[in-house]
């Protein structure tokens, strides 16, 4: 009995951080009529990004962990930067893997982002990157098609 009684213990505190973090997701749903352009320089990962916003909007928890597991970005972090600072879901989504693929900490990607409020995404790659920033395209494209394969989400989902 003490070990359910400990199990139900975790799954509540789970869901009650998750929670408010999980809303802001999905109210940050508010900003979906305006127009959503990343501007990465790579016009495949700019229709992803804008679908893993419909889907973050849809599943915020699936979303919030795909970020933490494979990004190392923490869902509390994640939420604030959508909740506070009004970052759009793929904002987030491309910060976190690009930090990830640069072997970077995901602060420094949204302290660059930050910096340079009306720099495109595709020129914070060419900061960050230097001369590797095709093979890092390259290397986040591989990282959605895998954020798809684990949200059991075909690539081109209309939503």
Partial sequence: MHRRSGLLLYCFL???TLAPVVLAVQA???MADTAYIPDT???WIDRRLDDINAY???YGGSFLDELNRYG???PDYAGAL???HRWMPGDVYFAAMLAAELDLSYR???RERSRHRGKSWGDIVD???DARANDCLREIRQRIRASYRHWARPLDAPD
């Fill in 41 to 43: 320089g790579d016009a």
């Fill in 14 to 16: 789970r869901l009650s």
């Fill in 108 to 110: 420094e990607v949204v």
């Fill in 127 to 129: 900061r960050l990157a």
């Fill in 82 to 84: 959508m909740r506070n």
């Fill in 56 to 58: 973050a909007w849809r």
């Fill in 72 to 74: 190392g970005m923490p």
């Fill in 28 to 30: 940050s749903g508010v």
